[in-house]
């Protein structure tokens, strides 16, 4: 039940590295792109688990079972998308979109 939050929450994270993966397509696709794309969907894995074991594991109160698999799951997910985000923007940081030549004129 712990991960309950993780595993329904799995079809969107999965989605949301997918695109991370796939764009932007300007950037220059070399190895060292790819391995740091790696490492930050990696570490946006982890971040996610860890965030919703420690909210899963956190007193709530009197909040009903609920509510603990709720704030897991937002947590998770926070941490998740907090990973994405930080990295899209070092990774526009790093590696310079190059120049697109203009087509057809």
């Known amino acids: 039940m712990r991960f309950l ?6 079809p969107w994270l999965a989605v949301l ?3 991370y993966w ?3 397509r300007t950037l220059p696709r070399t190895l060292a792109r790819r391995a740091f794309d790696l490492a930050a969907l990696l570490l946006a894995v982890l971040a996610a ?5 420690v909210a899963y594991a956190a007193d709530h109160g009197d909040a009903g079972a609920i509510w603990k698999q709720v704030i897991a799951a937002l ?3 926070g941490g998740f998308a907090a990973v994405l985000l930080a990295a899209l923007l070092l990774r526009a940081r790093l590696f ?3 120049a697109v030549p203009a087509q057809g004129r």
């Open 5 to 10: 939050a993780i595993l329904l929450l799995a």
């Open 17 to 19: 590295g997918g695109l």
């Open 22 to 24: 796939a764009f932007p």
């Open 49 to 53: 688990l860890l965030l919703a074991d």
């Open 75 to 77: 947590a998770a997910y």
């Open 96 to 98: 310079r979109a190059r």
